[in-house]
């Protein structure tokens, strides 16, 4: 039998990096909600968090309660106008994923979703992920403006789940991705 023991916080080794994943958060109201992005951000070196539209931000007791004080290294910006910013990123070259179930949208464990997504890395693309409100979604004009749209297979009753739980789904997935050659 090996010994495997549960590891403590002072055990862990951070790596630094950045990957080239970027979260636009737009009308997350919920400011617990917003600490678990900043959490899975930092664990999944995400390069930088966009909290846009009526986003809740730090600073913030919530947020930082449940963000259990990584919104201190995680990098992020504050927009109000979710469009001007997405056409801009888009403009500049970024890779715009809505991640939101929609007619034309496609199973983000597909191949053609991984191929994409390894693509776009090998072309030193920036990523950038969009997530939707917690009520009413992506809107249209931030669908139109998403080079492509992705969702997370429900196999259940209901057809979303929690933003965090389909952020933290779709990052892992995209990250997967970008560190399998």
Do not use: W
């Not at 959490?39 to 995400?46: G, I, K, N, P, S």
């Not at 939101?100 to 776009?120: G, L, Q, V």
């Amino acid at each position: 039998m090996s010994n495997n023991t549960q590891l403590k916080h002072e055990d862990h080794k951070p790596s630094n990096i950045k990957l080239p994943l970027n979260i636009i958060a737009y009308d997350i109201s919920s400011p617990q909600n917003v600490g678990s992005l900043f959490r899975l951000c930092d664990a999944l070196a995400v390069e930088k968090l966009f909290l846009c539209g009526n986003t809740a931000v730090p600073p913030n007791s919530k947020i930082k309660k449940t963000s259990r004080s990584t919104e201190k290294h995680v990098s992020f910006e504050q927009y109000t106008n979710t469009a001007e910013l997405v056409a801009s990123l888009k403009k500049s070259g970024g890779f715009i994923i809505s991640l939101e179930i929609t007619s034309a949208s496609m199973p983000i464990d597909s191949a053609e979703f991984s191929d994409m997504i390894k693509t776009k890395i090998k072309n030193k693309t920036p990523i950038y992920l969009i997530l939707g409100s917690e009520n009413s979604g992506i809107s249209k004009n931030l669908l139109a403006l998403s080079d492509i749209t992705t969702h997370i297979t429900m196999l259940g009753n209901n057809s979303s789940m929690n933003v965090i739980s389909a952020a933290s789904i779709a990052c892992f997935e995209i990250v997967r991705n970008m560190m399998v050659p």
